[in-house]
């Protein structure tokens, strides 16, 4: 599997981090996490074969982790070279016919309806979908909306874990269980009470108690100091600890 960060940022503009969006290539499917603002460019920015997307996996429905969306579709219906014609499938938590049908309205458009077949998932906590043969894409509850999900890819006894918008949850550490790569959000320095986001050590500790062979934080809403927010996550967690940008890739075999 290969993984490549398309935005490690939040809603807040940032001249260096779109907002959420990552992709991930397995050897006949190419799945996109979230599409958030800067994330759709982004895939042609960094030279990945967006035209082949096969499968789109939305964690919750706020703006920054779907505020693409409509954007993707126009892209697949009008600027492709040549008509697509190769189904794509949305993933995602129950509610997301209706953002569809939202968006649809919104644009006076039918966005989800054209030359190619769009199928619907909407998957429940303990879920899960059969991408390619030997691949599964699971998802558990996450506290963070009403409707948000964590993620995991398995491939070949490889597995790749994405948190999206989550607040501290042993049953989500508990998911990602022997990650390969564990990417976390990171949004604050330290835990804020009524935030349903991680802080700096609650993201180590997630990765600590999931036993993650790499932790890759993302999702900022503090400027961010590499070497003391390395040396943070460290105190709490063993494993290797990348700081996520914009671009980054990773190969996991």
Not at 85 to 90: S, Y
Not at 108 to 119: H, S, W
Not at 144 to 166: K, M, N, P, Q, W
Not at 197 to 202: A, K, R, Y
């Amino acid at each position: 599997m290969k993984l490549t960060i398309l935005g490690s940022g939040t809603g807040r503009p940032d001249g260096t981090r779109n907002s959420a969006g990552y992709f991930v290539e397995l050897p006949s499917t190419r799945i996109m996490l979230d599409c958030g603002a800067g994330s759709l460019h982004a895939l042609a920015r960094y030279g990945l074969p967006w035209q082949d997307l096969t499968h789109l996996f939305v964690t919750h429905f706020h703006v920054d982790h779907v505020g693409e969306l409509a954007a993707l579709m126009w892209a697949f219906n009008y600027g492709m070279k040549s008509v697509r014609t190769a189904p794509l499938t949305l993933i995602g938590p129950h509610g997301l016919d209706r953002v569809m049908k939202g968006l649809d309205q919104a644009y006076a458009r039918k966005l989800f309806e054209g030359p190619f077949q769009t199928d619907l998932r909407m998957l429940e906590s303990g879920d899960a979908v059969e991408p390619e043969p030997g691949g599964r894409l699971s998802v558990v509850k996450s506290p963070h909306t009403d409707e948000s999900l964590a993620v995991r890819i398995d491939f070949g006894g490889r597995s790749i874990c994405y948190t999206g918008d989550t607040g501290y949850s042993d049953d989500v550490a508990a998911f990602f269980s022997g990650a390969d790569v564990l990417i976390s959000e990171c949004s604050y320095k330290s835990r804020r009470e009524g935030s349903a986001h991680l802080s700096i050590d609650e993201s180590g500790r997630i990765a600590a108690r999931a036993g993650a062979a790499r932790l890759v934080v993302t999702h900022f809403y503090f400027d961010v100091e590499e070497a003391a927010l390395t040396e943070q996550l460290k105190r709490g967690f063993s494993g290797e600890v990348i700081i996520g940008r914009d671009g980054m890739t990773f190969e996991i075999w």
